[in-house]
């Protein structure tokens, strides 16, 4: 039971799609598979993370799961077919590559909110976002090798940079669990609270990173980025310079320039140093 008025954006079969003072909330909605994704699940997490993204009334995002059991316990193996997790098109697909890359790729922090086991391609999804808060109740780990599959991607490398190359080995060559402790002690989450208190702890959160300079925040997860995704990354930091260029008087004289045909004056302009 939230405290919390959250307003539905847009009813899904598999997940809830939710809105309150400035936070989108996506809740995978399967507790009774410990909220494992189907390629619909996938599909409806993509849609509403981009209606987050393109919404200038939305700040953050958070990523959980109904229910205190599990926020995520990865691809819905009973479903798994040749090639990739087979939805009602009967098209096996590995979609959740990309909502990886939607919560990378959005440049609004996305926080998630881990209750119960995150696990598997679960697990991943809380690693790519940019703040994991957990509760006490929370289990953490990697199954590939036991299931027989394997994230080489994001599951694999930015594990690493999180927690170290040594733990992340660990993590996916014994698969096994652990607790939110000591996923605060390696740096996994950055914070753990009892589970009455998960969602107070989240929106607190949440409110101080909306109360900052939303294109301060904007700028450090593109650098952040860049950092670890090569010319991918630095394409992004790029263009949120060409955003803020555009906000200058400097660029706007170039528009004007060609729209009044005359030649542009950026004579006035400083040559900072
Ligand atoms: C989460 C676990 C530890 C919970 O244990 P618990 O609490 O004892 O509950 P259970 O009784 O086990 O589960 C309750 C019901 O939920 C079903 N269920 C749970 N997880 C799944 C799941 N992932 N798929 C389908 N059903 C699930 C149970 O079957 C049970 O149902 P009933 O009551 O009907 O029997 C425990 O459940 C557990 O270990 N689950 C499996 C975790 C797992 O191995 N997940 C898959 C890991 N792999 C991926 O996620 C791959 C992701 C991916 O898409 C990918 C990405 C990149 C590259 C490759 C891949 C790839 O797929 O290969």
Not at 240 to 261: I, P, Q
Request: hydrophobic content about 40%; glycine content about 10%; charged content about 25%.
């Amino acid at each position: 039971m939230s405290n919390y008025n959250w307003q539905s954006i847009r009813e899904y079969r598999e997940i809830k799609f939710e809105f309150f003072e400035g936070i989108a909330k996506i809740t995978i909605n399967r507790p009774h598979k410990r909220n494992a994704f189907t390629p619909l699940t996938v599909q409806e997490m993509s849609e509403a993370m981009e209606i987050a993204r393109q919404d200038p009334a939305v700040g953050v995002v958070i990523l959980t799961g109904e229910g205190p059991d599990a926020f995520c316990s990865g691809g819905d193996q009973s479903v798994r077919g040749h090639g990739g997790y087979v939805g009602e098109d009967a098209v096996p697909r590995l979609n959740v590559l990309d909502f990886q890359m939607q919560i990378r790729r959005i440049p609004k922090p996305v926080v998630a909110m881990v209750a119960g086991y995150a696990i598997g391609g679960g697990h991943v999804l809380h690693v790519v976002c940019d703040i994991s808060i957990a509760a006490d109740n929370a289990r953490f780990g990697q199954t590939g090798p036991v299931v027989g599959s394997f994230d080489g991607g994001f599951g694999a490398s930015y594990l690493a940079r999180v927690v170290g190359q040594k733990k992340a080995r660990e993590i996916w060559f014994l698969c096994d669990q652990y607790n939110a402790q000591e996923a605060l002690d390696m740096g996994l989450v950055n914070k753990v609270v009892p589970l009455d208190k998960l969602e107070d702890e989240t929106i607190a959160w949440c409110r101080k990173m909306l109360a900052k300079s939303p294109i301060a925040l904007r700028m450090l997860k593109a650098a952040f980025n860049a950092e670890l995704d090569g010319q991918a990354g630095i394409q992004q930091l790029a263009g949120d310079a060409t955003l803020l260029y555009y906000l200058s008087e400097e660029a706007k004289e170039g528009k004007n320039a060609f729209l009044e045909k005359r030649k542009p004056d950026f004579s006035k302009f400083p040559k900072f140093p």
